[in-house]
C-alpha cells in the first residue's frame, strides 16, 4: 500500500465523498489503481488555498506504481438531488432567474447549491419542464409578455 497526499481546493471539500474509492491513472504507467480516502488535513495551504487528503492505493499487486510517479486522481463527489446545471449567464442577482409561464416572464428566487466558473448547480427553486430563459436581459419586468424558443443548438 501507498499512501498519496492530494491537494484539494478549499472549497471543494465539502463536496467529498469519502464513502467511494477514488480512480488513480497515470500518464507514465498504464493500469488503474484505487485507494481509500483515509483523512483530510487539518490545515490549508494558504499559499494555494488546498488542503490535503491522504488516500491509501491499492498496487492491485503490481509494483510498478512507484513512490514519487505523477498520479491522476478522479475524486468521487456528493449527489445533489433533485440538481439543474444552468450557464452562470442566466443567474441575476446570485439567486434569481427568469422564467416563461403562461406566455409571460416570471422573476423566481432559486437555492444555489454550488457556483462553478461557468455554470451553477441549482436544487431548488426550478422544476422539469420550466422554460428558463438563458440571454441575459436588460430593461424587462416580470409578468411581460414572452415567448419560448427551445434551444436546438445544445450550447447556446
Known sequence: MLEVEVPVAAEDIRWIDQSIPVRFTSSELSGEWHGKIKRIGKSIDERT?????????????????????????EIPGKTIPDAYLIPHRAL?????????????????????????EDTVILNGGIANGDSLVLDVLQGVAPGMPAQARFDTEGGR
Do not use: M
Open 92 to 116: 441575476y442577482n446570485e439567486k434569481f432567474v427568469y422564467l416563461i409561464k403562461e406566455g409571460k416572464l416570471d422573476f423566481r428566487e432559486v437555492k444555489v447549491a454550488r457556483e462553478q
Open 49 to 73: 488555498q488546498t488542503i490535503p487528503l491522504f488516500i491509501t492505493v491499492n498496487r492491485n499487486g503490481e509494483e510498478t506504481l512507484y513512490n514519487g510517479i505523477f498520479l491522476r486522481a
